[in-house]
């Protein structure tokens, strides 16, 4: 029998969905699963995009430009001014969703046996995407007990080499809600510059910021406009995961000119999905507002929830609508399986994704979990309960 490639042996499986078999055993026992693993809101998406959904009135689905419609580019343009960042409708290159954005940049800028920096914990798809383009993952660790604050320069610099093409971040993070400073982004800025590399931004999560401190976007940076990448998607913002549209977007024409090949290769992005999202940048600023105001309420149920717990700690997410938690366990692997394959109370568990997986090093985060605040306070509140027994309940537990 013909073996696999040793591509797709390395390709981790996904933290975030590795357990879903065990959560839809879990649904055909008749136990009510929480489902805290995966950034999925649970709030309506705009209803400008719904209702541009439901009046599509073409009587052909055609191919789009390889680099996504025109019009919605030039409507993206006045959405990112109100952030101050100055684009043209040529700097903006639409993809299938966030991912696809960041596995084109990576095919377009990093050759085989490249390296790229990440803090960790991070986004567990970044090592697949890295994977899928032969690049490697070097990371600099940052710790619960410093509130995953950026590590210092020279942690940066110990791993930079010949092979050393660019640096990757998540802004706000995901996983930990992290939001970089203005002084951690300038440190950043002047590595990228001493070293000339490139800069990968996700920034997905703008809107979601908690605190007084301002959004600095890599596009901010002055001096190395073009090494920035910035990777955007609509997902998060409007609640649309399933539409698929993203944006890579660069004032690097050369790279742009690459990117375009591999857009080119995959003709187009989803058609139906530009339709909704052009439609969706038209949302008034209460739906903004709104969905802002109902994350804060969340994310201050789930940190106060999760620190009442004995033995848990969490700390207070920035941005974003995650955080990673540590539990009092043995391993949050065995943990996240056992709630879902072992434990249930009065008919119900929680599923959350195992922070182990977004760490390269296999013995760290053994004891943290992911969690995301995407349901509603009611469930938010339910769940923690839910926790707290489990947490009282598994063979596992370590003494605090």
């Known amino acids: 029998m013909p073996h696999i490639s040793e591509r797709a042996i390395r390709m981790p499986a996904s933290p975030i969905r590795k357990l879903v078999p065990l959560a839809d055993d879990a649904k055909r026992r008749g136990v009510k699963v929480y489902h805290l693993n995966i950034g999925q809101p649970d709030l309506p998406t705009p209803q400008e995009g719904l209702d541009a959904l439901k009046t599509i009135d073409r009587t052909l689905l055609e191919y789009s430009p390889s680099d996504g419609f025109l019009s919605l580019r030039e409507k993206l343009v006045g959405y990112y001014d109100q952030y101050q960042i100055k684009l043209s409708p040529d700097d903006i290159i639409i993809t299938t969703g966030g991912s696809e954005a960041v596995l084109f940049a990576f095919m377009s800028c990093l050759n085989p046996g490249d390296e790229i920096i990440v803090p960790e914990p ?14 490697v993952i070097r990371t600099v660790s940052t710790s619960i007990e410093e509130g995953f604050s950026l590590p210092k320069v020279e942690q940066f610099e110990e791993l930079i080499n010949e092979r050393t093409r660019g640096i990757l971040i998540c802004n706000p993070n995901n996983p930990t809600g992290y939001l970089y400073t203005r002084k951690e982004m300038n440190r950043i800025r002047d590595l990228v510059k001493k070293y000339d590399l490139f800069l990968f931004s996700d920034e997905v999560y703008r809107e979601f910021i ?54 080119q ?80 109370y009065e008919g119900e568990t929680v599923m959350m994704a195992p922070a182990s997986g977004f760490y390269t090093d296999p013995t760290k985060g053994r004891n943290e979990v992911r969690i995301a605040y995407v349901l509603k306070k009611d469930d938010l509140r339910r769940a923690l309960f839910i926790l707290g027994k489990a947490l009282e309940a598994y063979p596992g537990r370590v003494m605090p």
Not at 290 to 305: F, H, M, P, Q
Not at 311 to 327: D, E, K, N, Q
């Open 265 to 344: 290769a995959r003709l187009s992005p989803p058609l139906i999905g530009q339709i909704v999202a052009e439609a969706s940048l038209d949302v008034p600023r209460k739906y903004m507002i709104r969905t802002y105001e109902e994350y804060i309420e969340r994310r201050n149920c789930l940190i106060d929830g999760l620190n009442k717990i004995p033995g848990v700690y969490s700390p207070i997410p920035m941005g974003a609508f995650y955080t990673v938690a540590r539990l009092p366990i043995d391993d949050s692997d065995k943990f996240c399986a056992w709630c879902l394959s072992e434990f249930e």
């Open 122 to 135: 991070a986004y567990a798809n970044y090592m697949a995407f890295a994977i899928s383009a032969g690049a």
């Open 210 to 263: 908690y605190t007084g401190s301002p959004y600095i976007s890599a596009c901010h940076l002055e001096g190395i406009e073009q090494n920035v990448v910035l990777i955007d998607s609509v997902s998060k913002r409007y609640s649309e995961c399933g539409i698929r549209i993203g944006a890579l977007i660069t004032k690097n024409r050369e790279l742009r000119k690459a990117v375009m090949k591999f857009c």
